[in-house]
């Protein structure tokens, strides 16, 4: 089941069904409000220590336990999930209680897994608070955390039942945050096989001001923008919840090279949505060397993600051993039956195709 109501000060709401279990998502201005959120049970706020005043905002005068982590990618690790699960009993939360998780993807993926542990899973809310966790990682149930030095190693699949995403929230998003969500933005616009989201980021070239770090863009075009992203995503979890079908995998365009990427520099040494978009440009050049990407299609998406200053020279500046950078990308756990899967624009979205190491070595290696 899923609608989309646009009614005035244009909000957004979404019901997407994900395995059975039922999540909404607001697209809106203001920040909830704990009271709302929590009605008369008891709950516990989430944050980094970026995201501490929005989650102060959100308890306003109410007692809410807030449990804060340090930020980064670094943090996102078992030692987190512990303090996270060891603020809860200590706040004496029971298992009615919310996790309210207040940051970006980090603290959403966080929040996520221990909700889905705690005594068996207690309900999860999110509020997004970068761009990249709301287009991406706040919608689809994927929860998890870093562990022997591989990004997302452990996790589960656990839905919120409610996300906030309210626009104000992004007033003190650093712009290198928001050119990281904007790679994801492209990376859904390709996936958009009605075009519309490509469309609405065309026009009057909205994405430019997410990326310049100037003030915050139009609340209209913004909640369009969120909103279509994440109808699109929404859409592809829906039908592929766990990941199980061919469908779910298109989510991960540019990011096979991505994650090897990010590993080869360093975890936290590249920005998330940095490493996803030079992975596009490889995810680009491996279609059209297939011949599977229509080589104008290709050029206006490198153009696109070019046009925003990303990085897209390979070899990348922070992966020069090509050897190495092959080996990562071999041990990818989005290998099924022994073979790499990878994704390519194809004509009006992705296509998945495995490809022979050679030529990923020229494409990594920019030979
Ligand atoms: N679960 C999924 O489906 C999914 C999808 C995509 C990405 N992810 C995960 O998301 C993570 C990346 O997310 P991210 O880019 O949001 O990183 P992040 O959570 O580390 O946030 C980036 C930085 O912005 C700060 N920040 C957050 N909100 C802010 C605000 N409103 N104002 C000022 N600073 C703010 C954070 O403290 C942090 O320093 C990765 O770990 C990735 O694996 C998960």
Request: with cysteine; net charge neutral.
């Amino acid at each position: 089941m899923r609608n989309a109501r646009h009614g005035m000060n244009n909000n957004y709401t979404f019901t997407f069904t994900l395995g059975g279990v039922l999540s909404r998502v607001f697209i809106e201005h203001e920040l909830p409000a704990a009271e709302g959120i929590i009605g008369a049970g008891n709950g516990l706020l989430v944050c980094d220590t970026h995201t501490e005043p929005l989650a102060r905002a959100i308890a306003g005068n109410r007692e809410t336990p807030c449990c804060k982590l340090q930020a980064g990618e670094t943090a996102k690790t078992w030692q987190s999930v512990e303090t996270i699960l060891k603020a809860a009993k200590d706040a004496g939360l029971s298992r009615d209680g919310v996790f309210i998780g207040v940051g970006g993807g980090v603290i959403n993926d966080l929040t996520g897994f221990a909700a889905s542990v705690y005594m068996r899973g207690a309900e999860l809310c999110l509020v997004p608070s970068t761009l990249l966790a709301m287009v991406d990682a706040a919608v689809g149930g994927k929860t998890g955390f870093d562990l022997f030095g591989a990004k997302n190693f452990a996790g589960s699949f656990y839905p919120a039942a409610r996300v906030y995403m309210p626009a104000t929230s992004l007033r003190s998003l650093p712009a290198r945050e928001w050119k990281s969500g904007a790679a994801e933005l492209i990376k859904t616009a390709v996936l958009d096989t009605t075009g519309r989201l490509m469309e609405i980021m065309a026009e009057g070239d909205a994405l430019k001001p997410l990326v310049s770090g100037g003030a915050l863009p139009d609340t209209g075009i913004l909640h369009e923008i969120i909103a279509q992203s994440v109808l699109v995503k929404g859409r592809i979890v829906e039908a592929d919840p766990k990941e199980t079908g061919s469908l779910r995998a298109l989510l991960n365009l540019g990011h096979t090279f991505g994650h090897a990427l990010e590993a080869c520099a360093g975890l936290g040494a590249l920005s998330h949505g940095e490493a996803v978009a030079w992975g596009m440009v490889r995810a680009c050049e491996l279609g059209l060397s297939l011949g599977r990407t229509p080589p104008a299609r290709s050029g206006r998406i490198i153009g696109l993600i070019r046009s925003l200053g990303y990085e897209t020279a390979a070899p990348h500046p922070l992966a020069q051993d090509i050897e190495a950078f092959l080996r990562v990308m071999a041990g990818d756990k989005k290998k099924k039956a022994g073979s790499l899967r990878l994704v390519v624009p194809d004509e009006a979205g992705a296509a998945l195709v495995s490809a022979e190491t050679p030529l990923l070595a020229r494409i990594i290696g920019g030979r």
